[in-house]
């Protein structure tokens, strides 16, 4: 398929420990989001990256989160040391192009992270 | 980035046309309007989008008020898969970081 593709589809994790979730995004997509989802909540941003660069991590609620894109393709969020407050649907978005009227974001359909 | 209003909830019949309002009075003259919806268990799809002059394609119709301070999306025979949650983004579109600030959207429920 063409569309944005994240793994695994579900995790579940016992409180501490380490979890790292993939997005593979629309091949030649120049920027990568990631977000996250809280039950019954609109997605809430967390970081972005235009190719391999991270541009922006402001979202990012604690030293616990770290995502990566080395190669400007896949990209992974880590989550460090987990705790119960973080689980939640983690989504993963790509669009083709910055600063034009045809960056629409594509959305894969989220890994939901249950910390136990 | 702008804020919307929208009603947390509307019910809609199949078949009909399903108007979902937004409110932006605070949009600015180069903020855009986005409309994404979130079907259950699925991630955010994009719907439409537009400045200022009407808009339609395949999905969807997008009317924005003269003055910009509103629009209202218009699914025109809405069917039972169109259940969803609609979200009316507002924002600048920059050269880089274009991230979207979602707020609770309209649960729209297509019933038969």
């Known amino acids: 398929g063409a569309g944005v593709s994240q793994s695994p589809r579900y995790k579940v994790a016992k409180r501490g420990q380490d979890v790292a979730l993939r997005c593979d995004p629309i091949?030649?997509?120049?920027?990568l989001f990631w977000y996250q989802q809280a039950l019954g909540q609109g997605p809430e941003f967390l970081t972005y990256f235009q190719n391999e660069a991270q541009l922006d991590k402001s979202g990012l609620p604690s030293d616990r989160f770290f995502a990566e894109r080395p190669e400007g393709s896949v990209s992974t969020l880590k989550i460090q040391r987990t705790q119960q407050e973080d689980s939640a649907v983690y989504l993963c978005a790509s669009s083709l192009v910055q600063g034009s009227t045809n960056s629409a974001l594509h959305f894969g359909n989220g890994t939901r992270l249950t910390v136990t | 980035d702008a804020k919307t209003t929208q009603p947390p909830s509307m019910d809609c019949a199949e078949g009909r046309a399903a108007n979902l309002p937004c409110n932006h009075s605070?949009?600015?003259?180069?903020?855009?309007v986005y409309w994404y919806r979130q079907i259950h268990s699925q991630g955010p799809q994009y719907i439409i989008h537009?400045?200022?002059n009407n808009e339609t394609n395949e999905m969807a119709s997008l009317i924005i008020t003269e003055d910009r301070k509103s629009s209202t999306l218009i699914l025109p025979h809405a069917t039972l898969r169109d259940t969803a949650v609609y979200y009316c983004?507002?924002?600048?579109?920059?050269?880089?970081?274009?991230?979207?600030?979602f707020g609770g959207g309209t649960r729209v429920l297509v019933k038969p």
């Open positions: 091949s030649g997509h120049v920027s």
């Open positions: 983004i507002v924002y600048m579109i920059k050269a880089a970081g274009n991230k979207l600030t």
């Open positions: 605070t949009i600015s003259g180069n903020e855009y």
């Open positions: 537009g400045l200022k």
